[in-house]
């Protein structure tokens, strides 16, 4: 099951106090209280593991340790480690108590979500001309906290899109051995898949079904996931009655998400090719080419296609 939107609460580390102590040397007397150290921040950084949220499944609060308190000596008190929580390229962090929103869009991006607080001064840095025993000492500052709302929409290059039970499963397979579910029903894909084809990410998106817009069917738990992608394939069933119609609903359920969604580069393949006769092909082909000229047959069985298929995804790498 995939994890894509999950509440938790951070905490940093508080700051350790400062210490109050005085040297026992004859020769030299006088304050040595060291500083408390510094709490631990709470950082989120990205990873490629689409399932990274899983670990927040049950575990809804984290937090750092604390700066360790100050020692005689001047000694100061151990800075407490960072904490760094991996999450999925492509999650939003909104910080609801102050409603900022940070994004996380590249591996190894590192953001702050949580100072942790600073440590408290000894009785060392009180000393003074006046005041050359003093007792005075701070205590350290709290860590900050809050409560975060992470959201996963994916980062692909290309979207795969089509009705349940159109091949995008069975292409994404193909195209770059990934392992998504495969069969004959509708829902087979029930969250997204990734799949690397030289570079390019390929992102199988669950069926989309009309009113999905609406949240119907899988609904908009996954046309979210259509907003980061940058091309989008259309995959339409050959063994459909009514090819044209079943492309404008995909694109009709977009439109109505977002506009944005309808304007990305997109490509139009009439799937499961080999599976009905060349001249019922021929007659599907020429309905979807009314509602878009360059639609193209696609089969998992025919170099062909998959030939063609392959040169519009080497095209997009080589213009990245």
Do not use: C, W
Request: zero cysteines.
């Amino acid at each position: 099951m995939l994890i894509d939107d999950v509440t938790i609460k951070v905490k940093a580390g508080d700051g350790g106090r400062g210490a109050v102590a005085f040297n026992s040397n004859m020769n030299s007397l006088g304050p040595v209280g060291g500083d408390g150290g510094n709490g631990g921040d709470v950082y989120v950084e990205g990873i490629s593991d689409l399932s990274a949220l899983m670990q927040f499944r049950h575990k809804k609060e984290v937090k750092t340790a604390n700066g360790g308190i100050g020692h005689g000596q001047s000694v100061d008190g151990k800075n407490a480690e960072d904490l760094i929580l991996k999450v999925p390229v492509g999650t939003v962090i909104i910080n609801v108590e102050t409603g900022a929103t940070q994004e996380v869009i590249k591996t190894g991006e590192r953001i702050l979500v949580a100072k942790g607080g600073k440590g408290g001064r000894g009785n060392f840095k009180f000393r003074s001309a006046v005041n050359t025993s003093p007792r005075e000492y701070e205590e350290g500052t709290p860590g900050e906290a809050f409560t975060l709302h992470l959201n996963l929409k994916l980062i692909a290059d290309v979207g795969l899109i089509g009705l349940p039970n159109s091949g995008k499963s069975s292409l994404l397979n193909e195209l770059t051995g990934a392992k998504s579910k495969v069969g004959n029903y509708a829902f087979t894909t029930l969250e997204p898949n990734l799949g690397v084809y030289y570079e390019i990410i390929l992102a199988d998106i669950p069926g989309l079904i009309e009113g999905a817009s609406s949240g119907k069917g899988l609904g908009i738990k996954f046309l979210q996931h259509i907003e980061r992608t940058n091309t989008l394939f259309y995959l339409i069933s050959a063994e459909s009655e009514h090819p044209d119609k079943d492309y404008e609903i995909v694109r009709q359920e977009l439109k109505n998400y977002s506009e944005a969604l309808a304007g990305k580069e997109e490509y139009v393949f009439l799937s499961k090719s080999d599976l009905v006769s060349a001249e019922e092909l021929k007659k599907r082909l020429a309905v979807l080419r009314k509602v878009n000229k360059n639609a193209l047959p696609l089969s998992l069985v025919d170099e062909d296609s998959l030939k063609k298929i392959k040169e519009i995804l080497n095209a997009i790498k080589t213009a990245k």
